[in-house]
């Protein structure tokens, strides 16, 4: 089942995918049918388009989600493995995994038993 997680490049809340999900999707797969759609026929990335392609992983993501996404490139980064944990300050989540501060309210990031530990009983 998707969550809904706040994305940096949308600026909105959006349903993020699991990685089964992802696989379902398949917005990999769009890309190398653009990739080798381009280079059979030479045309740009806006005649590609124009062509529907990526439509198969527009349907999925409209199928797992609810959600009815029109861009098949804004798919590649609703994925949750991309993001980290929800800041323990704003509450969105950190931009990747590896991140130290989050890029909403500058906070730094605290993990899960630093918090622990740092809660009174």
Known sequence: MPRT?????????????????WQVAHPMGYIAQMTQYREETGCSLAEARERGLGY???????????YRETNPN??????????????HECGKPLRTPA???????????????????????
């Open 5 to 21: 997680l706040y994305c940096w490049r949308c600026q909105t809340d959006m349903p993020m995918l699991t990685e089964e999900e």
């Open 56 to 66: 198969l992983t527009v349907a999925a993501y409209e199928r797992i989600t609810g």
């Open 74 to 87: 804004a798919i590649l980064h609703h994925r949750l493995s991309l993001y980290g944990p929800p800041c």
């Open 99 to 121: 991140a130290r501060y989050c890029a909403s309210c500058n906070a730094p990031r605290v993990d899960a038993a630093t918090l622990d530990a740092s809660t009174p009983e």
